[in-house]
């Protein structure tokens, strides 16, 4: 029996890159200097368009956005780990509990720990318009985490993180 694959009944969907025009830029935010994870319609709450966390015109304006909206309702997931830099801890997952991040800090050693709007930057001190928020908001059989990695993550780390998300697939009390 084979250890390195997902665990039965178990389907891995792995959404590389939801802004690519960061990546490409090196910046959070997109071509048009909007913050996905500022845009997502779920307390979403305008913000000064120079501001680094630029939360976009209106709710769900941006292309990006729409599409991970668009894989979330197509997909139907009942776990989601979103993967940030450069905090290197696990965030509490808002609206729901820390059970996730808690176990997943236990088999990683990344803290598990809520992180403060202010620490990124946001203008109102306060996440709004996140994706995290927008999935355990819309989605009631739906966990969504974010696991901030480090500026730089080791090859080893990324093997524990990878065995710690295939324990949790496979254990359904998560």
């Known amino acids: 029996m084979a250890t390195s694959g ?10 590389r890159d939801g802004n690519p025009d960061g990546s490409e830029l090196e910046t959070r935010r997109n071509a048009s200097k909007v913050d996905i994870n500022r845009n997502f ?8 368009p120079s501001a680094r966390t630029y939360s976009g015109p209106s709710p769900a304006s941006e292309p990006e956005t729409v599409a991970l909206m668009n894989a979330v ?3 139907k997931p ?4 979103v ?4 905090y290197g801890q696990i965030d509490c997952p808002p609206e729901r509990t820390a059970k996730i991040s808690d176990r997943l800090s236990q088999l990683t050693a990344f803290k598990s720990e ?3 709007g202010e620490k990124s930057g946001s203008p109102t001190n306060t996440y709004t318009g996140t994706f995290t928020i927008w999935v355990n908001s819309t989605f009631p059989e739906t966990t969504a985490v974010t696991f901030e990695l480090g500026l730089t993550t080791m090859q080893a780390k990324i093997q524990t993180i990878a ?11 998560y």
């Open 114 to 116: 809520c992180i403060s």
């Open 78 to 81: 009942t776990r989601i780990v």
């Open 73 to 75: 309702e197509t997909i």
């Open 6 to 15: 997902a665990p039965a009944n178990t389907n891995i969907w792995l959404i």
């Open 163 to 173: 065995k710690a998300l295939k324990f949790l697939a496979a254990d359904p009390t």
């Open 83 to 86: 993967f940030h830099q450069p």
């Open 41 to 48: 319609p779920i307390r979403w709450k305008a913000s000064d």
